[in-house]
């Protein structure tokens, strides 16, 4: 089994752009619809708010009705977290909070992209 985990986003041209920028990677899947990056064990997909809307309502509301609101967060367990901050700031993410060593063993830096999803940014401290 193989997980992939779906952020629905406004924009999905704009948001691979900056996950690609992010992630340091290119997405191995990009076409209108979907967008997806393979994170090594797991995938990270982009999905347009306005195409799952078309399954999901009107069981459930709109995903735009949420537009801003922290929804979920993607951790990201980096090699260098310097280098991780550098590629968010020049991605264009807002800073949320930033590195500093938290009591569960990581050096964590938050952030939010354009559709209010929280992306912490996390280094393990040495032990």
Same mark, same amino acid.
């Given at each position: 089994? /193989?997980?992939?985990?779906?952020?629905?986003? /406004?924009? /999905?041209?704009?948001?691979?752009?900056?996950?690609?920028?992010?992630?340091?990677?290119?997405?191995?899947?990009?076409?209108?619809?979907?967008?997806?990056?393979?994170? +090594? #064990?797991?995938?990270?997909?982009?999905?347009?708010?306005?195409?799952?809307?078309?399954?999901?309502?009107?069981?459930?509301? =709109?995903?735009?009705? +949420?537009? #801003?609101?922290?929804?979920?967060?993607?951790?990201?367990?980096?090699?260098?977290?310097?280098?991780?901050?550098?590629?968010?700031? /020049?991605?264009?993410?807002?800073?949320?909070?930033?590195?500093?060593?938290?009591?569960? #063993?990581?050096?964590?830096?938050?952030?939010?992209?354009?559709?209010? =999803?929280?992306?912490?940014?996390?280094?393990?401290?040495?032990?």
């Amino acid at each position: 089994m /193989q997980a992939e985990f779906i952020l629905y986003v /406004q924009d /999905q041209q704009r948001s691979r752009d900056l996950y690609r920028a992010l992630l340091d990677r290119e997405p191995v899947l990009d076409v209108p619809g979907m967008t997806e990056f393979d994170l +090594g #064990g797991c995938k990270l997909g982009l999905m347009p708010s306005s195409g799952i809307a078309r399954i999901i309502t009107p069981a459930l509301p =709109h995903p735009d009705a +949420g537009h #801003g609101v922290p929804r979920c967060e993607l951790y990201l367990r980096v090699d260098d977290l310097d280098a991780a901050i550098s590629r968010a700031g /020049q991605a264009g993410v807002a800073v949320v909070s930033p590195a500093v060593d938290r009591d569960w #063993g990581d050096r964590v830096a938050y952030f939010a992209d354009p559709d209010g =999803h929280v992306i912490a940014l996390a280094e393990m401290l040495q032990r």
